[in-house]
T-cell receptor, first 115, second 113 residues
Framework: EAGVTQSPTHLIKTRGQQATLRCSPI?????VYWYQQALGLGLQFLLW???????NRGNFPPRFSGRQFPNYSSELNVNALELEDSALYLC??????????????FGPGTRLLVL | GESVGLHLPTLSVQEGDNSIINCAYS??????FIWYKQESGKGPQFIID?????DKRQGQRVTVLLNKTVKHLSLQIAATQPGDSAVYFC????????????FGTGTSLTVIP
């Protein structure tokens, strides 16, 4: 069974540009989560999508946005990139357990570098 | 607010010894916990999980212990191998907030051959 996949693996942008990161969940998983992991820091929750809807977002500015497609894949968009957006962006997916927390399985991440 | 922390930021063990990595959590309502392993440049890898109706769960060479009284979680790795070298971190969630997880910053485990 294929795990969570993310693309691209690396992305280099300049300040002010826009970045789009993509994620495909494990087959059968309906929830997708995005996290930011800056160097030396823990995972910071960005966004949670389930059944095509945004369920929750973390403490990030509106220029971080995303969506989930009918096939449950997702993309994260970051507008007006800033230097401090440089980080590893991780996507995770989980099963819907009728409200109970379910194990989140992570992809390999997209390393974003903003110059 | 939520906080999930680790007692030790780094841990070095000899190959073949057992490793114990600890995690403290602050939310007494948390009822689901996961341990992850993250190797350099890779995404976190699920190791083992435990729900609050249990106090111990075993996997292959790993055991998770949960002490709800003192809000403490530990990961025990038996016969530690060089391939176990990585950052380990815990995550907590509770049924009231659904799939909102809070993650610790991690403990870096180094296995000395």
């Amino acid at each position: 069974e294929a795990g969570v996949t993310q693309s691209p693996t690396h992305l280099i942008k300049t300040r002010g540009q826009q970045a789009t990161l993509r994620c495909s969940p494990i087959s059968g998983h309906t929830s997708v989560y995005w996290y930011q992991q800056a160097l030396g820091l823990g995972l910071q929750f960005l966004l949670w999508y389930d059944e095509g809807e945004e369920r929750n977002r973390g403490n990030f500015p509106p220029r971080f946005s995303g969506r989930q497609f009918p096939n449950y894949s997702s993309e994260l968009n970051v507008n007006a990139l800033e230097l401090e957006d440089s980080a590893l962006y991780l996507c995770a997916s989980s099963l819907d357990l009728a409200g109970l927390p379910g194990a989140q399985y992570f992809g390999p991440g997209t390393r974003l570098l903003v110059l | 607010g939520e906080s999930v922390g680790l007692h030790l930021p780094t841990l070095s063990v000899q190959e073949g010894d057992n490793s114990i990595i600890n995690c403290a959590y602050s939310n007494s309502a948390s009822d689901y916990f996961i341990w992850y392993k993250q190797e350099s440049g890779k995404g976190p890898q699920f190791i083992i999980d435990i729900r609050s109706n249990m106090d111990k769960r075993q996997g292959q060479r790993v055991t998770v212990l949960l002490n709800k009284t003192v809000k403490h979680l530990s990961l025990q790795i038996a016969a530690t191998q060089p391939g176990d070298s990585a950052v380990y971190f815990c995550a907590e969630a509770n049924s009231n907030t659904g799939n909102q997880f809070y993650f610790g910053t991690g403990t870096s485990l180094t296995v000395i051959p």
